[in-house]
């Protein structure tokens, strides 16, 4: 059974940092480019950060370059997405996805960026 597990969301203030973390299963991890993405009330979703495996270099969205980092444990085959300098703007659910031949999605988890 194929599940990935997304944790590490919450309400943080503008200027913190939260690291996101999904532990996957039931599939073969090294195999699969791993993203995150994000859906904000009223928005499309949209792709935030994605990383394939063997030292491939990471894709990130103009909007989170120089905030957030993405890595990924192939041994633990979890992906993580490390976010700072945290913005009111990057409120959303964040969703953590894997994609080879077919896309598997997280249920998401709830990151909320409020003074």
């Known amino acids: 059974q194929v599940q990935l597990v997304e944790s590490g969301g919450g309400l943080v203030q503008p200027g913190g940092s939260l690291r996101l973390s999904c532990t996957v299963s039931g599939f073969f991890f090294s195999a699969h480019y791993m993203s995150w993405y994000r859906q904000a009330p009223g928005k499309e979703r949209e792709l935030v950060a994605g990383?394939?495996?063997?030292?491939?270099?990471?894709n990130y969205a103009d909007s989170v370059k120089g905030r957030f980092t993405i890595s990924r444990d192939n041994a633990n085959q979890t992906v993580y997405l490390q976010m700072n300098s945290l913005k009111p703007e990057d409120t959303a659910v964040y969703y953590c996805?894997?994609?080879?031949?077919?896309?598997?999605w997280g249920q998401g988890t709830q990151v909320t960026v409020s003074s």
């Open positions: 996805s894997a994609y080879s031949y077919t896309r598997y």
């Open positions: 990383v394939g495996s063997f030292g491939a270099a990471p």
